[in-house]
């Protein structure tokens, strides 16, 4: 053990000694696992900074064992200072030990009941250990959760915000999504939080799991808040599993959605009240009555396409509020937070609403115009260079081959379709 | 003329109280003096006299099935009545005379002998029908074989087995050698089909009427339009059959009398071009081109009247005439099902072309136009304007309907947007998924390595 020891030590300077040091310790793996619970004061022999690689081998072992209460805290502390320190080099030639590491300390955390102080270390790690921004690793659902878990959506949100391509695992990306999406909804972001749980819905699948279930429900309910109106049925692309079987296990919420259509408060009310247990034992209460209370907005917006002026009074009629009071609260509420231009003029009760003022003339709109223009020719280069890699691929054309037995001639002619702006 | 004076006080105080300019007043008392007609219940006796066969006995039964005057029910099950001792068809009979229940006195009770003696020569006819086209058969005389399946269509048409007159006529298709004797048969196809209620048959023997070879007789081109036009109306495509009904020729006359009158072509047609069809349209195939249906409109001066109206843009003497004919329409066995979504639609034709020239419209004075309440007709606009078929928004404060320009500008950009916002979310979405299929197909590929 001593021996192993100083082999770190001294093979942690140059890339090609860390990597016959990474054999070296490969071999040693069985051993430490085997002596896990002496192996504290050999760590403090080690420079986290210095002998990231052998500090995580030996990390690894000695958490392997089960934890205790007061045990956690100290090695949460450890770890903690690890994940701040390592070298991101060293580290990544081991991911496997290394998200192992991360996972462990966030049941400890978690044992510990302070999701808080695993939050900005998570995150730490997972810059350290992912490649590029568009790889999602095995880390980022496990941060995310970290997030809800002690509230700090802002933070989840900076991860939110890059776009994820590459995808070890599966689960993680559903888990990220799912994640991903509530704490989206807990910032009132229904956009993002809908192409989040868009992308767990339409995901190939080979059968249906919780997470697509799960999503589902929220997915039905976000699309009501934000778009007021639940397409009913899933695009195409999506897997033939959650086509076929996603609203049958979803049926409550299909029912809400269809109640929601028909416009009117009064039964999407009692429905909710009838159906109350369904939604509180999925945890989606809270949601259904944000889906609620959208209804009134949905409605004073369609006001909005058909009068110029309406008095309270009439506005509380139509959209089925109790009295004119509450229709000036609505009102005022939406014209604050910019879904209508309206006035009102109290004095005799009416609201005058006005048209969108933009008139896409300023510097401003135009950059917003451009940065997107910028944006989507990056996006669709990407998809080239995907699609010329694809259509490369010895995989995909051995596939592609054998389902196409016999070549005509004019296949040869038939070019991918492409997108091109 | 009382019925009259009732309806239009209603409106003079309406207009009082509105307190509009004279221009609509004046127009609105000068239309008063027109001589509203058809306010009447319908006269069984001249309606019936319009029909032939089976037609007449089916819409006197219907008619007295929807209407909830005793009298007029009992007229019309009399004349049934009447009607059906004159044919062969014991079935029906029983059917009426269970109807009446005794009502109509000893005259029209259950006849047993006439019903047994009738019964009893059928199956001799029929026996003899039936010998005869076995004689044809083996004899292998195409003609004969043909009239043998014609005479047995017509024998079970009489007695009201029309699955049976169908299946009897459509066999004489092998037999057919000139295309008359097709015409023909599509004919007496189309006219049980139309008894039965399956127009989707009836299409189909149009059209195949209309691909033989020779060209075909004026009354039959009319005939077949009608039918065609039937069909149209059934399955709710009102333009398709206004266009078919307009296309009738004068030659119809009452040679079609067992399926339609000309009166029904006028009010059909008039009423389907109205609620389908745009103003130019409406101009072009009413008024100026189509002296034929100008023709069949004199029949109906009310429909005449309504249509005029329509397009001279008197819409509340239009709506009056609309209102006056319902009650004879619910009463009409093809048009009874179509006349809401017809009065709907031309009322809505009506709203939308009122507003159209306008920057802004008092819609007190629209109110009077429509003879509706301010308050309803805010309603009627408001579910126009939802339904994005009139481009205007309704100022609730001053009562006046402005008309709303679309500033395309704005549109383009917010749709640019729009579109760039949800392309690159697909592509992501795509990309990502691009992603998990080859990830998964690797997986498989190494796991049989």
């Known amino acids: ?421 | 003329m009382d019925g009259e004076e009732d309806t239009s006080n209603p409106m003079m105080e309406a207009n009082g109280t509105g307190g509009v300019d004279e221009a609509p007043l004046s127009s609105t008392s000068t239309r008063k003096n027109r001589p509203i007609i058809s306010g009447e219940p319908l006269d069984i006796e001249a309606y019936a006299g319009l029909y032939t066969g089976r037609t007449k006995i089916k819409r006197l039964i219907f008619i007295a099935s929807r209407c909830d005057n005793p009298a007029m029910q009992l007229e019309a099950l009399r004349m049934a009545y009447d009607e059906i001792k004159k044919g062969e068809n014991t079935q029906l009979y029983r059917e009426v005379v269970q109807k009446i229940e005794g009502r109509l006195g000893p005259n029209y009770e259950m006849d047993a002998a006439w019903c047994s003696t009738i019964e009893r020569k059928d199956e001799q006819r029929k026996e003899k029908l039936e010998s005869e086209l076995n004689a044809y058969r083996t004899n292998l005389i195409k003609e004969s074989i043909r009239m043998g399946y014609n005479d047995f269509g017509d024998f079970y048409y009489a007695h009201g087995a029309l699955g049976d007159a169908f299946k009897s006529y459509i066999r004489t298709r092998d037999y057919c050698t000139t295309s008359k004797h097709i015409i023909q048969m599509c004919l007496n196809a189309i006219l049980v089909s139309i008894e039965m209620v399956q127009f989707s048959n009836v299409t189909s023997y149009v059209s195949r009427a209309e691909l033989t070879p020779e060209a075909l007789d004026p009354p039959t081109v009319a005939k077949l339009c009608c039918a065609s036009g039937l069909a149209h109306l059934e399955a709710k495509k009102y333009k398709l059959a206004a266009r078919k009904f307009l296309e009738v020729g004068p030659e119809l006359g009452n040679s079609y009398s067992e399926v339609i009158a000309p009166q029904d072509v006028a009010t059909y047609g008039g009423l389907c071009a109205l609620a389908s069809f745009d103003r130019t349209e409406l101009k072009a195939s009413i008024f100026i081109d189509n002296i034929n249906f100008r023709d069949f409109l004199e029949l109906v001066p009310e429909v005449r009247e309504l249509i005029n109206d329509f397009y001279s843009s008197h819409y509340a003497s239009c709506l009056e005439y609309l209102g006056n004919l319902k009650p004879n329409l619910m009463l009409d066995i093809h048009l009874y099902n179509h006349v809401e979504t017809l009065y709907d639609q031309i009322r809505n034709k009506a709203l939308i072309q009122y507003t159209l020239p306008f920057v802004s419209v008092d819609m007190r004075m629209m109110a009077d136009a429509f003879k509706t309440s301010v308050s309803g007709l805010e309603k009627e606009l408001e579910a126009l304007i939802t339904d994005n078929q009139i481009q205007a928004r309704i100022d609730s404060h001053n009562k006046i309907l402005y008309a709303r320009h679309a500033d395309q500008r704005n549109a383009t950009f917010q749709r640019v947007l729009q579109t760039g916002n949800e392309f690159d979310q697909d592509v992501r979405a795509m990309l990502l998924r691009a992603n998990l299929l080859k990830r998964d197909c690797n997986l498989k590929a190494s796991r049989k390595v």
């Open chain 1, 1 to 421: 053990m001593e021996g192993l020891v100083t082999q770190i030590q001294g093979l942690s300077g140059t890339d090609s000694d860390v990597l016959s040091l990474q054999n070296l310790l490969k071999q040693a793996d069985d051993s430490l696992h085997a002596e896990s619970t002496r192996l504290l004061p050999f760590l403090d022999q080690l420079d986290p900074a210095k002998h990231s690689l052998g500090y995580l081998y030996f990390l690894e072992a000695f958490t392997a064992g089960p934890v205790t209460n007061e045990h956690a805290s100290s090695s949460v502390l450890m770890i903690a200072r690890f994940i701040s320190s390592c070298v991101a080099e060293q580290i990544r030639l081991a991911p496997d030990k290394f998200i192992s590491v991360c996972k462990r300390f966030k049941d400890q955390v978690l044992l510990l009941e302070e999701p808080l102080r695993g939050v900005a270390p998570m995150l730490t790690a997972i810059r350290k250990l992912q490649s590029s921004s568009e790889h999602l690793t095995a880390l980022h659902p496990e941060f995310l959760l970290l997030c809800l878990l002690s509230k700090c959506y802002k933070t989840g949100l900076s991860i939110l915000e890059e776009d994820i391509f590459e995808v070890d695992q599966p689960r993680d990306l559903f888990l990220f999504c799912y994640y991903g999406g509530m704490i989206s909804i807990g910032h009132k972001r229904f956009r993002k939080a809908l192409e989040l749980l868009h992308n767990v819905v339409t995901a190939p699948m080979p059968t249906i799991n919780a997470i697509a279930v799960e999503a589902f429900k929220k997915y039905i309910l976000v699309s009501l808040i934000h778009n007021g109106q639940f397409p009913t049925n899933l695009p195409k692309y999506a897997s033939s599993v959650a086509q076929r079987n996603l609203k049958n296990l979803c049926q409550p919420y299909i029912e809400l959605a269809n109640s929601y259509s028909n416009g009117k408060i009064a039964d999407l009310e009692t429905y909710v009240e009838a159906n109350k247990d369904k939604f509180e034992s999925d945890n989606n209460l809270g949601l259904v009555k944000q889906a609620v209370s959208s209804m009134y907005k949905r409605n004073i917006q369609r006001l909005t396409q058909t009068y110029l002026t309406l008095s309270l009074q009439d506005i509380a009629n139509r959209v089925q509020l109790n009295s004119p009071k509450e229709a000036e609260m609505h009102v005022l509420q939406m014209i604050k937070d910019g879904e209508i231009y309206a006035t009102i003029n109290q004095k005799d009760g009416m609201v005058r609403f006005l048209e969108d003022p933009e008139q896409y003339k300023t510097c401003e709109m135009i950059e917003r115009i451009d940065s997107s223009i910028q944006r989507l020719m990056t996006v669709s280069k990407k998809l080239n260079v995907m699609d010329e890699l694809m259509s490369c691929d010895p995989l995909y054309l051995a596939k592609a081959g054998r389902e196409r037995q016999r070549f005509d001639f004019d296949d040869f002619d038939n070019v991918p379709q492409r997108y091109n702006i």
